[in-house]
């Protein structure tokens, strides 16, 4: 079955930067659409940004112009450039596919706070 492993979050103050990784045990990335998902406290998971198989990307306006979705097929890494954080950008972030198929990961907690 395929795995994914997530890094890269951390502590950072309103508009700081933080980029995530997300691994992938298989050659999947840049065959299925994958994308970044994020739960805050007490509020539902929501898809922030994907990539399909043929580059495509897409975002959910929260986040547009400050997010960038990007994949390394030949590590197998997906990654999250977050710019311009903002304390609603507080949450477990995780990677899956799209639509969310594989049981969920631990994630990466990204804490934006002064």
């Known amino acids: 079955q395929v795995q994914l492993a997530e890094s890269g979050g951390g502590l950072v103050q309103p508009g700081g930067s933080l980029r995530l990784s997300c691994a992938a045990s298989?050659?999947?990335?840049?065959?299925?659409?994958v994308g970044w998902y994020r739960q805050a406290p007490g509020k539902q998971r929501e898809l922030v940004a994907f990539i399909r198989g043929d580059g495509n990307t897409n975002y959910v306006d929260s986040v547009k112009g400050r997010f960038t979705i990007a994949r390394d097929g030949a590590k197998n890494i997906l990654y999250l450039q977050m710019n311009s954080l903002k304390p609603d950008d507080t949450a477990v972030y995780c990677c899956?596919?799209?639509?969310?198929?594989?049981?969920w990961g631990q994630g990466t907690q990204g804490t934006v706070s002064s």
């Open positions: 298989g050659r999947i990335l840049s065959i299925y659409t």
């Open positions: 899956n596919f799209v639509p969310s198929v594989l049981p």
